[in-house]
């Protein structure tokens, strides 16, 4: 079946560093993927996707490139903020349209 | 345009009760889903309706578990006589078409259950 693996967090990082989250899935075929951010006390908001080999999903400073040969779908910012704060949640789309999720990673940026 | 609403943000029961979930799709969404979150994991996919149809349940615990979607009104998540293990929180999210990618999910911000 489908999994998506994410690495777990929480990642602590200062403003203004660089960040990378790694993601990986399984998954027949090929997939959407899909970035999704959840703010405290909040629901998941789509942040980017991609449907396919190679496509650079982008949004608020944030990009993830769609990597086949590797399945990996890294997420990258290249200077966070502490706004940026949140938990980050990879996700694909498998038959049926259903949305697999990663498990989630925390970030937390500190002033 | 209002987003996902759902209600009640927190909802506490006893061993044995019943919960009660609300979810008010997006305006002109007609497609919604339910996933569970449990502390510190990422969310599980439950359940699939369209309006007055489950399309998909294979997320759904058999027992004490159902949903609906009725034609006129929100969806509702319906757990009886719960158990401490229910506790998490509950998102709905609505979508226009069936394609995630070309129609995006909008998510609620949630119930949280917590079985006392």
């Known amino acids: 079946g489908n999994s998506v693996t994410q690495m777990e967090g929480p990642v602590t990082l200062s403003e203004e560093a660089f960040l990378t989250i790694n993601c990986t899935y399984t998954?027949?075929?090929?997939?959407?993927l899909f970035w999704y951010v959840q703010y405290p006390g909040e629901g998941l908001q789509l942040l980017l996707k991609?449907?396919?080999?190679?496509d650079k999903g982008s949004n608020k400073g944030f990009e993830a490139t769609y990597r086949k040969e590797t399945t990996s779908f890294h997420l990258e910012k290249g200077s966070v903020q502490v706004s940026d704060s949140a938990v980050y949640f990879c996700?694909?789309?498998?038959?049926?349209?259903?949305?697999?999720f990663g498990g989630g990673t925390r970030l937390m940026v500190k002033p | 345009n209002a987003g996902v609403m759902q209600n009640p943000r927190h909802l506490v029961r006893r061993r044995g009760q019943e919960a009660r979930l609300r979810c008010s799709p997006m305006k002109g969404h007609s497609h919604v889903y339910w996933y569970r979150q449990l502390p510190e994991e990422g969310l599980k996919f439950m359940v699939y309706l369209q309006k007055e149809n489950i399309i998909d349940e294979s997320g759904m615990p058999k027992e004490r578990f159902s949903a609906e979607f009725p034609k006129e009104g929100p969806s509702i998540l319906r757990i009886q006589q719960v158990v401490r293990g229910d506790s998490a929180a509950y998102f709905c999210a609505s979508s226009q078409d069936r394609s995630s990618y070309n129609s995006p999910l909008h998510f609620g911000n949630g119930t949280r259950l917590t079985v006392t």
């Open positions: 996700a694909l789309e498998g038959a049926g349209n259903m949305l697999t």
């Open positions: 991609a449907t396919k080999a190679d």
């Open positions: 998954a027949t075929g090929y997939p959407s």
